[in-house]
């Protein structure tokens, strides 16, 4: 089919548009440095809750120290450094385990009658899948390569017939066989479609 490839490449790639100035890392990495930072001030505003709310009397100074280590996590993640991968990984897990952990508590709350906790159980529900994405997008070797600017050829590891595309979702780089390609077929680290139903449908008729 005349032209499939080409029309499946632009279906996996980020949206264009006036904000798409960059490549489908840039942008993702973008937006997952305002996460952290979120999850950063999450975390230290929670641990210092929790610590006070003990009884803990904490010495003057105690945010500072506390905020400091993040502040500088934050920036070596931001700027790509080796040392912050991990650690700034560690940070979504452990703000993901805590949003599971409330969700749970808002659920029991909201089956004894409480409509609002409820409400709130599905938002932080939600909140643990977007940060499970993103933690699990970490894994991908590819990902960390771009992370680290480090030289890969992943065409190096196609089979015939095979071809680079980006998942339209979670961006994750997959290798595809163009004419295999249908609506049904999902990308196996986020589960959403590959192809939009529409795309598929007008490649159906030209065939």
């Known amino acids: 089919m005349v032209g499939r490839g080409d029309d499946l490449v632009v279906a996996g790639s980020a949206p264009r548009g006036p904000a798409n100035t960059g490549s489908a890392f840039d942008l993702h990495h973008r937006g997952t440095v305002f996460i952290l930072a979120v999850d950063l001030v999450l975390l230290v505003y929670g641990s210092l809750s929790v610590l006070t709310a003990g009884g803990l009397v904490l010495p003057a100074g ?4 506390v905020g400091l280590p993040a502040f500088l996590l934050w920036g070596g993640y931001r700027r790509r450094q080796r040392w912050a991968y991990w ?5 979504m897990m452990c703000v993901l385990l805590v949003f599971l952990f409330l969700a749970l508590l808002h659920m029991y709350s909201g089956v004894s009658g409480s409509a609002l906790d409820l409400v709130l159980a599905g938002f932080l529900l939600w909140a643990s899948f977007g940060t499970w994405r993103r933690v699990r997008l970490h894994l991908l070797p590819v990902y960390r390569s771009s992370f680290l600017n480090e030289v890969h050829d992943p065409e190096a590891d196609l089979q015939p017939g095979e071809m680079l595309a980006a998942c339209p979702t979670c961006f994750a780089v997959l290798a595809i066989r163009p004419d295999a390609l249908s609506s049904a077929d999902r990308c196996p680290h986020c589960d ?4 939009s139903e529409a795309l598929a449908a007008r490649h159906e008729e030209e065939a």
């Not at 105690?62 to 120290?65: E, I, K, P, V």
């Not at 650690?87 to 940070?91: E, I, L, M, Q």
């Open 62 to 65: 105690t945010g500072f120290l």
């Open 87 to 91: 650690p700034a990984v560690a940070v």
């Open 192 to 195: 959403q479609p590959l192809v």
